[in-house]
């Protein structure tokens, strides 16, 4: 299984600053995702990373909101911008390793308060 | 897309009963995988099953891809079992898991 690592693992902000959350993955991965948890619900997948190129979005999610870059096949940063309190959640990434099996693995996620 | 639902969605069982969870799928999947997430929000990969049956230790899951439901098995079950539990599938080739809303799991000494 591929081990991942998230930073921070959570953190307070105010409302209108950003906070980037960073996911290194510790061996090479196809693809690598970002999902949101809001409080007492489920997951919902923000985007895919792509390697050196824009990220694919989700419906109800923009790039101007939740920036993504992937430099490389094991890292990548989300950027939530201009925070409200209705952005309080934990976000996840995950990766998918190269092989013939379809198995995604979890960060251990960032916990998001906005005050 | 394809929709994930998982039934029942809470459920309070004694220490060292059996449970079964269920998870409804609505279209073929290529990824079909078993979550816990335990208090700090972390998510446990327990299985990725897109059929036939596995067991790990007092936990077992099969996935009938042909009728499009899988079933996690917990038998005698212990306290630090309890928390959510998350069915999440994927169909095609863009590896996009949908989740389902989760499964929350009491169980009581």
């Known amino acids: 299984s591929a081990v991942i690592s998230q930073k921070p693992s959570r953190d307070i902000c105010q409302r209108g600053t950003s906070l980037t959350i960073q996911c290194q993955v510790d061996?090479?991965?196809?693809?690598m995702f970002w999902y949101r948890q809001q409080p007492g619900q489920s997951l919902t997948l923000i985007a895919t990373?792509?390697?050196?190129?824009?990220?694919?979005?989700e419906s109800g999610f923009v790039i101007d909101k939740f920036p993504i870059s992937r430099p490389n096949l094991t890292f990548s940063t989300l950027t939530v911008s201009n925070m409200s309190p209705e952005d309080s959640s934990i976000y996840l990434c995950s990766g998918l390793r190269a092989g013939p099996s379809s198995e995604q693995f979890f960060g251990p996620g960032t916990r998001l308060t906005v005050l | 897309g394809i929709q994930v639902e998982q039934s029942p969605p809470d459920l309070i069982l004694q220490e060292g009963a059996n449970s079964t969870l269920r998870c409804n799928f609505s279209?073929?999947?290529?990824?079909l995988q078993w979550f816990h997430q335990n208090p700090w929000g972390q998510l446990i990969n327990l299985f990725y099953?897109?059929?036939g049956t596995k067991q790990n230790g007092r936990l077992s899951a099969t996935t009938v891809a042909t009728e499009r439901y899988s079933l996690l098995y917990i038998s005698s079950s212990q306290t630090t079992d309890s928390g959510v539990y998350f069915c999440?599938?994927?169909?095609?080739?863009?590896?996009?898991?949908?989740f389902g809303k989760g499964i929350t799991l009491s169980v009581r000494p």
């Open positions: 999440a599938a994927a169909t095609g080739a863009n590896s996009k898991l949908t």
């Open positions: 990373a792509n390697q050196g190129s824009e990220a694919t979005y």
């Open positions: 279209d073929s999947v290529n990824n």
């Open positions: 099953i897109p059929s």
């Open positions: 061996s090479q991965v196809t693809m």
